[in-house]
């Protein structure tokens, strides 16, 4: 299964950790989180926390801080060949 990001679309946070997910070219499936931390009972239930962005990798592992995501991405991957290509285009946006 691959790995899960827990993430808002509003959060800019999350954003920057899916802008590096793609340059790493690291497949990911996003969860929406609600916007009110009481109402995220399956980001508690999975990560034991309720902070947004959260990856929870393969192992079960559950990173919430996102220079600590990011570090651990940079880490274990290696950056995708179109990987200034997709940060041109977010920059742009």
């Known amino acids: 299964m691959p790995i899960e990001l827990y993430q808002a679309e509003w959060c800019p946070h999350s954003g920057r950790v899916r802008q590096r997910l793609t340059e790493l070219g690291v497949s990911f499936i996003a969860r929406q989180v609600p916007a009110e931390p009481a109402d995220r009972e399956e980001l508690r239930r999975k990560t034991g926390s ?7 990798l393969e192992d079960g592992t559950a990173l919430s801080d996102p220079d600590q995501i990011i570090e651990y991405l940079e880490a274990n991957h290696h950056e995708r060949a179109d990987a200034d290509e997709h940060r041109e285009r977010a920059e742009a946006h």
């Open 50 to 56: 309720e902070e947004i962005p959260t990856l929870l």
